[in-house]
């Protein structure tokens, strides 16, 4: 059972260029998440996805945005990059029903993202 | 005001048990506690969860204290491959999770 894709898993743009990252849930999930991780930092949530629409954000600004498609499938986009952007980026799949559901967030292994 | 508090970093001899804390006084009643854990980087993954009750799956144990403010995972028999970063999770939001800065573990030979 495949778990969480995401491609690519590494990356390098320019400032000011714009980013495309995607991912694919987990054979079963329904919502999508994404989170950005600088380093030595934990996790912090960008948005979530649920049935093609952004469900709940989290404080990034509006160069942050995304998609989600009826496959459930996902991508995160970045414009106008900055040198601030360079971090983990990190896609979760999860059931809908969660947090009521025993299952929470399955993470994949993250795209890293170098803005140079 | 920080959702969730962990010790930065903590040491525990190979073999023997780690005991790793987390505070989150703000938690609501019906918010579980999730530990995940993140080794070189990679994505998080999965240790256990909790409401009120103390939890035990292969992995590991879950204490919640009875005021639901802190909570303990515990690893058994630590191994090396235990070495990673553990992260306390709780709901903010919605569907916001605060990760924290989590606990930097490391199992000594």
């Known amino acids: 059972d495949a778990g969480v894709t995401q491609s690519p898993t590494h990356l390098i743009k320019t400032r000011g260029q714009q980013v495309t990252l995607r991912c694919s849930p987990k054979s079963g999930h329904d919502t999508v998440s994404w989170y950005q991780q600088a380093l030595g930092q934990g996790p912090q949530f960008i948005f979530q996805y649920y049935e093609e629409e952004e469900r709940q954000r989290g404080n990034f600004p509006d160069r942050f945005s995304g998609h989600q498609f009826p496959n459930y499938s996902s991508e995160l986009n970045v414009n106008a990059l900055l040198l601030g952007d360079s971090a983990l980026y990190l896609c979760?799949?999860?059931?809908?029903?969660?947090?009521?559901?025993?299952?929470?967030?399955?993470f994949g292994s993250g795209t890293r993202l170098t803005v140079v | 005001d920080a959702k969730t508090t962990q010790p930065t970093s903590m040491d525990c001899a190979e073999g023997r048990a780690a005991n790793l804390p987390c505070n989150h006084s703000?938690?609501?009643?019906?918010?579980?506690v999730y530990w995940y854990r993140q080794i070189h980087s990679q994505g998080p993954q999965y240790i256990i969860h909790?409401?009120?009750n103390n939890e035990t799956n292969e992995m590991a144990s879950l204490i919640i204290t009875e005021d639901r403010k802190s909570s303990t995972l515990i690893l058994p028999h630590a191994t090396l491959r235990d070495t990673a970063v553990y992260y306390c999770i709780v709901r903010v939001t919605g569907n916001q999770f605060y990760f924290g800065t989590g606990t930097s573990l490391t199992v000594i030979p």
């Open positions: 979760a799949s999860s059931l809908e029903i969660w947090p009521q559901s025993i299952y929470g967030y399955t």
């Open positions: 909790g409401l009120k």
């Open positions: 703000t938690i609501s009643g019906n918010e579980y």
